[in-house]
């Protein structure tokens, strides 16, 4: 697995490189944000992983800018600052998973295997060629690419997998403890404020006021569902 790893402090970033390239992973590096962005258009990774205050560029624009360049690769922030607030404005910008200073490498290592996996098998979906239907709404699990009404609409590999476990459990109403379970896993620090906030943003994505039709509905005080009105 390839991995880039953005972190200013240079004993930092050869202690994490080393610890990393140990347990099997090929760790490209960078002292920071700009640096990394060149290098995350440049290369194919499996996983990205970002610290916050920066020079140069920060964390947080970094994301932005892998994120309206195209680049779905998941994003694990690992940064001293801790509070909600810090945390929300990483994954409205495209953050995939956020681990706080200091940390376990064993921890790290299994975010990392975490966000990298993708749901692989699915049941009760029309599935061909490797995508996934619902409506006028469709998505590849192989590119990543997701349409609807042939319009393209860019996410997050965890919107990519939140909406992908929607899919297949359409018509199903899906509590935020149950999504929790699927798309992060039940191990993960992750609360149920946070699957929240990930609705909210996919719901902006994939019903926008472009499209009249409505697919992500809150059925309140149990969950959400999937369904075509």
């Known amino acids: 697995m390839k991995l880039l790893l953005i972190e200013d402090e240079p004993k930092t970033l050869l202690a994490l490189k080393k610890g990393l390239?140990?347990?099997g992973f090929d760790v490209d590096t960078a002292l920071d944000g700009y640096s990394g962005g060149k290098l995350a258009l440049?290369?194919?990774y499996d996983t990205i992983?970002?610290?916050i205050l920066m020079p140069i560029q920060n964390g947080y624009n970094f994301i932005r800018n892998v994120r309206e360049a195209g680049i779905i690769t998941p994003i694990i922030m690992l940064t001293a600052l801790g509070t909600l607030d810090d945390k929300l404005e990483a994954f409205d910008l495209g953050a995939d998973d956020y681990l706080v200073k200091p940390f376990e490498l064993k921890e790290l290592i299994a975010r990392i295997r975490a966000?990298?996996?993708r749901l692989s098998i699915l049941d009760g979906v029309n599935i061909k060629h490797q995508t996934m239907s619902f409506g006028d709404l469709e998505i590849n699990l192989d590119t990543?690419?997701?349409m609807r009404n042939n319009f393209p609409i860019n996410l997050t590999a965890r919107e990519f997998n939140l909406l992908e476990c929607l899919i297949?459990?359409?018509g199903r109403v899906m509590s935020k403890e149950e999504l929790l379970d699927k798309v992060w896993g039940m191990d993960s620090d992750v609360t149920e404020n946070v699957v929240e906030s990930f609705l909210k943003l996919l719901r902006k994505k994939i019903d926008s006021?472009?499209?009249s039709t409505k697919l992500i509905h809150?059925?309140?005080g149990m969950g959400y569902v999937m369904r075509k009105h």
């Open 115 to 117: 966000v990298s996996k």
């Open 42 to 44: 440049k290369n194919q």
């Open 218 to 220: 809150t059925v309140y």
């Open 144 to 146: 990543k690419v997701v």
């Open 21 to 23: 390239e140990e347990c």
């Open 49 to 51: 992983i970002t610290d």
């Open 168 to 170: 297949k459990n359409q």
């Open 209 to 211: 006021d472009k499209f």
